[in-house]
């Protein structure tokens, strides 16, 4: 499971997984709920770079950027190797703090 804390919206926290170089398990804790339930079951199985294609460059109201566009670019870093901005700690739906040990 990656994690990258986002920048610029109101989501703090997005977690994903990449098997056999399809995106699984999206989530995102914070931002608007159902709407980010939907995008992440959505994008259940679809190809990392179709992902990436249909995601980048979208804005969230007056933002320049949005939580579609902020996992676009997790995306394109984890491709690239670059590091993902990882949070000081994990949350969970409703920014609750997620146990590390079960």
Known sequence: MHVHVPNGVCSKQIQ?????GLLRDVRFAGGCPGNLEALGRLLDGMPVQDAIDKLVGITCGNKPTSCPDQLAKALSDLREGRPLAAPAHAVGFGLKPLNPFG
Do not use: E, K, M, Q
């Open 16 to 20: 994903f997984d990449v098997r056999d």
